[in-house]
């Protein structure tokens, strides 16, 4: 018989309380909400700041984008009559610029975006992003349902860590790894896209770059705006950022040339771009309704810094980066808590640590301008030379022809006129 009888239960029993009965919590160090409140407050931080800046709102925010439009005067016709659900599923399905150009109709437009939930939600919390795809040019690529859903979910598209970050081109919820490593998020600028653009082989400098920005305008891809990585509150004039998996989908219509050790090259990290292609982003918890930034661990801070300093003393190389860049929501950092024994020494002791401190209170930090030019060099420095060589033989072809034409027209002549005076 099996030892399981005298207790009355059956195999199925035993199973089914494991499975559905809540764990024994004897040995967790919190129990209440103001206690893990506590903990986050001490043990964590918001990290702000990736190595390259990401996109910030800078300057002046346009008016009708958050003040209302005074008070409803002129109606929307059989528009305004519609049941809400349905008003609620048409405004969800506008792109960025649609929204905003209906939004900024009149008062009354203003004011149905304003009372929609999910429209509501995204205007008061998904701001940043809203703003930002207007910005970058990618309004007519995105739609409200699209920030919505990043909005109101936290995991990382490609992985099942908490996303803090919002990769615009695809309106995509990720976290810094992923967007580091993916192909999905390669990003591509247009410096580095000339060397390979052919189509218009007989210009040089600046207008060749005018000939590439010009046909990425007309065609379907998402082109974004870049920021100045070096002066982040500016634009670089002149320069655009694409998907690398749109430019190889497109690569006929733009007249680009591509191989197979291309794509294995542009799929890189290039990170200053895929940096410069996202806002950080919060989390809306809808079971909560509190909104959540992303926490890092300032014990896995305290620890990357500790492994750091010892790796200088003795000349070696040192890790724990992606147990530093990893980000939690708040019901995701409890559960790292129990496990990482660096964040509970920064909860048991009575000050933090001061070297730590600063990284945290900063939000991270970036890369100083040397770094990053550097980071940067690396990766321009793989592109291989392109020369068009069936370019310039045509060109030698042609110039060949011209010559012989030339020579041919001005024996002509001159056999003509010689012909002329003999005859007279």
């Known amino acids: 018989m099996s030892d399981l009888v005298p207790t009355g239960m059956s195999e199925l029993d035993i199973y089914l309380r494991d499975r559905y009965t809540p764990q024994d919590t004897t040995n967790q160090l919190t129990s209440t909400p103001e206690e893990a409140a506590d903990i986050r407050k001490k043990c964590s931080y918001v990290r702000k700041k990736w190595y390259f800046p ?5 300057g002046p925010i346009p008016k009708g984008l958050t003040s209302p439009l005074g008070t409803p005067t002129a109606g929307l016709g059989p528009f305004e009559k ?3 659900d349905i008003v609620s599923n048409i405004l ?18 203003h004011r149905i975006t304003e009372i929609v939930i999910d429209c509501k939600d995204v205007m008061v919390h998904g701001k940043a992003a809203f703003i930002s795809i207007s910005r970058t040019g990618l309004s007519r690529h995105i739609t409200i349902g699209e920030i919505h859903l990043a909005l109101t979910s936290h995991k990382c598209n490609f992985c099942e860590e908490y996303g803090p970050l919002l990769f615009l081109p695809t309106c995509t919820r990720t976290c810094h790894e992923c967007l580091r490593t993916s192909p999905r998020m390669a990003m591509i600028g247009t410096e580095e896209i000339l060397p390979f653009y052919t189509r218009f082989g007989m210009y040089k400098g600046h207008g060749n770059r005018s000939h590439l920005l010009k046909s990425l305008r007309k065609s379907s891809m998402a082109v974004m705006k870049v920021r100045d990585h070096l002066r ?32 294995a090259l542009f799929d890189k990290e290039w990170l200053h771009y895929r940096t410069a292609a996202c806002v950080n982003f919060p989390y809306l918890n809808t079971s909560t309704g509190v909104l959540e930034k992303g926490l890092s661990c300032r014990g896995c801070q305290e620890a990357f810094n500790e492994r750091r300093l010892q790796a200088i003393a003795t000349g070696t190389t040192y890790g724990a980066v992606a ?18 024994e660096h964040a509970k020494l920064v909860w048991e002791n009575s000050e933090l640590p001061g070297r730590e401190a600063w990284f945290a209170a ?13 980071y ?11 020369n068009n060589e069936e370019f310039w033989v045509s060109v030698g072809v042609a110039a060949q022809v011209v010559f012989y034409a030339c020579l041919l027209i001005g024996y002509a002549k001159w056999h003509t006129l010689a012909a002329s005076s003999g005859g007279v």
């Not at 990401?54 to 800078?58: G, P, R």
């Not at 792109?95 to 150009?101: H, L």
């Not at 900063?362 to 030019?373: K, L, P, Q």
């Not at 940067?376 to 392109?386: D, I, K, S």
């Open 54 to 58: 990401v996109l910030e709102n800078l």
């Open 376 to 386: 940067c060099g690396r990766f321009v420095a793989q592109l291989p030379e392109v």
């Open 92 to 109: 969800l399905r506008l792109d960025v610029k649609s929204f905003r150009n209906f939004r900024n109709l009149n008062a009354k437009a």
């Open 362 to 374: 900063n939000g991270g930090a970036h890369w100083g301008i040397t770094e990053r030019t550097e």
């Open 323 to 340: 147990n530093r860049d990893t980000c939690y929501s708040h019901e995701g950092f409890q559960g790292h808590f129990q496990n990482c």
């Open 82 to 84: 519609l049941p809400g």
């Open 232 to 263: 982040p509150r500016r634009m670089i004039k002149n320069a655009r950022c694409v998907s690398v998996d749109d430019l190889f989908w497109f690569q006929e219509e733009l007249g680009f040339e591509t191989s197979d050790s291309m794509r």
